[in-house]
């Protein structure tokens, strides 16, 4: 979490790159996270139909 605040905290100082890369960032972790949930969802998926 304290990573997390640390950019945020960077970002609100940097250049517009800085803050272009940082949004990048966050948008790379939420599609981690949505991909694994819905990785998740399919195996349970396949486990029911089985």
């Given at each position: 979490?304290?990573?997390i605040l640390?950019?945020?905290?960077?970002m609100s100082h940097s250049s517009?790159?800085?803050f272009?890369?940082?949004s990048g960032i966050f948008l790379f972790?939420?599609?981690?996270?949505?991909a694994?949930?819905?990785r998740?969802?399919?195996a349970?998926?396949?486990e029911e139909h089985h």
């Open positions: 979490m304290e990573t640390q950019l945020l905290k960077n517009a790159a800085g272009l890369g940082v972790l939420a599609v981690l996270l949505w694994g949930i819905y998740v969802r399919q349970l998926d396949r």
